[in-house]
């Protein structure tokens, strides 16, 4: 397995950076997560609070996962006082994982929340997600709670 690096994010990683959020999130076409994608590494705001994009790239310049970042005001099951780092999206190409790109992904953007005065990381699984779930649970999280969502026409 090649060396992989983990930096932040520049404008030159949109391409790539669209497919991996393709395979992460499919109901979105690669063409609009570029769209998305070239206002958020440009600089754009996001939001109202901070955010930010790590990637893991070979030696060979190949980028093969990303986690994207941010704080938010609160989350289940934290401390409600100060804003929390959260995992809003997190992938590594099939052939690249399990030799700890994902877990250096991580580490970079718990560093960062810290650097932002975050105490708390912060991150959420579909149920039937395993693999995700296995995945936060080796790397230090706990499970706060479990959901079900309702909605009902009027
Ligand atoms: C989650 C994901 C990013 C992890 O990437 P990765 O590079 O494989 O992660 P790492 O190699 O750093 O694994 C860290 C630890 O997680 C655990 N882990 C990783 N893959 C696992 C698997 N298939 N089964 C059980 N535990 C696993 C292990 O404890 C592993 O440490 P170890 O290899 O030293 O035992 C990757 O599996 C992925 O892209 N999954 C699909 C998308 C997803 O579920 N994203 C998260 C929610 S948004």
């Known amino acids: ?11 030159r ?12 999130w499919p109901d979105a076409p690669t063409e609009e997560h570029g769209r998305e ?8 705001p996001v939001g109202t609070l901070p955010s930010a994009i790590f990637v893991a790239e070979t030696a060979g310049g190949l980028v ?3 986690l994207e970042a941010g704080l ?7 401390d409600p006082a100060t804003p929390v ?4 999206g997190w992938f590594v190409s099939e052939s690249y994982r399990r030799h700890g790109a994902g877990a250096r992904l991580l580490t970079a953007a718990e560093d960062w929340a810290r650097s932002h005065g975050c105490v708390e990381m912060a991150s959420d699984a579909w149920i039937d997600q395993t693999l995700s ?3 936060h649970e080796a790397l230090g999280f706990e499970v706060v709670d479990r959901c079900v969502h309702y909605r009902k026409a009027l």
């Open 37 to 44: 994608l070239a206002s958020v590494l440009s600089g754009a």
């Open 133 to 135: 779930q296995s995945v």
């Open 13 to 24: 990683d949109r391409e790539p950076l669209s497919r991996l959020r393709h395979s992460l």
């Open 72 to 78: 938010r005001s609160h989350a289940d099951g934290c």
């Open 1 to 11: 397995m090649e060396s992989i690096q983990i930096r932040h994010a520049e404008p």
């Open 64 to 66: 093969v996962g990303f």
């Open 85 to 88: 780092g959260f995992v809003e």
